[in-house]
């Protein structure tokens, strides 16, 4: 029953923030690297932030750099993605995923691919 949940969207002003949450079960996801994603209407998916296993190291997307946070509470076994000064061009469907890679840097798992997925949660941004 591996599974991953997000919750936390919704519709926010311009400039507000929101913090996403991804709940696991059916795994440890101390043990796994995070991804959240992004897709809007007309517009390709794509990866806003990563957050490695193997040594809690980060990606972001230039897009969002200085405006998100990724982070991961393992005794939770819940990460987030922590939006602050949010714009209408972020408005999507947020998903998050998980790879069970211990050793393997964000950059090789953004190439290689996630192995669970979550269903997504809108996020609005609109005055």
């Known amino acids: 029953q591996v599974q991953l949940v997000e919750s936390g969207g919704g519709l926010v002003q311009p400039g507000g923030s929101l913090r996403l949450s991804c709940k696991a079960s059916?795994?440890?996801?101390?043990?796994?690297?995070i991804g959240w994603f992004r897709q809007a209407p007309g517009k390709e998916r794509e990866e806003v932030s990563c957050?490695?296993?193997?040594?809690?190291?980060?990606y972001y997307a230039d897009s969002v750099k200085g405006r998100f946070t990724i982070s991961k509470d393992n005794a939770k076994n819940t990460a987030y993605l922590q939006m602050n000064n949010l714009k209408p061009e972020d408005t999507a469907v947020y998903y998050c995923?998980?790879?069970?890679?211990?050793?393997?840097?964000?950059?090789?798992?953004?190439?290689?691919?996630?192995?669970?997925w979550g269903q997504g949660t809108q996020v609005t941004v609109s005055s």
């Open positions: 059916g795994f440890t996801l101390g043990d796994y690297a």
């Open positions: 957050f490695s296993a193997s040594d809690g190291s980060t």
């Open positions: 995923a998980a790879d069970p890679s211990l050793t393997n840097p964000c950059i090789v798992i953004m190439q290689a691919g996630y192995d669970y």
